[in-house]
């Protein structure tokens, strides 16, 4: 029995579709990754800001507790 020549076409047709679809996926989802690895540096680096921000507050808030210990028994008028 003698192959089809339109059904081998098809066929053919459907396969370089079907690898160009692939082709296509694979580079979208390489960006995807790309952008998912730059994010994830970026809250990264929020999270080094956000514990430097804490640990300056900390500071902050001592020094101002300091002050106010200091200031407890001054008389106001006193200056």
Do not use: C, W, Y
Request: aromatic share 2%; glycine share 6%; proline share 4%.
């Amino acid at each position: 029995m003698p192959e089809d020549p339109i059904a081998h076409s098809e066929l053919a047709a459907l396969t370089r579709r079907f690898e160009e679809v692939a082709e296509k996926h694979d580079r979208e989802f390489g960006i995807i990754k790309s952008d998912l690895t730059a994010v994830r540096l970026q809250i990264g680096n929020l999270d080094q800001k956000v514990d430097a921000l804490d640990k300056k507050i900390d500071r902050n808030q001592a020094q101002i507790i300091e002050l106010l210990t200091q200031l407890v028994g001054q008389r106001p008028d006193a200056g």
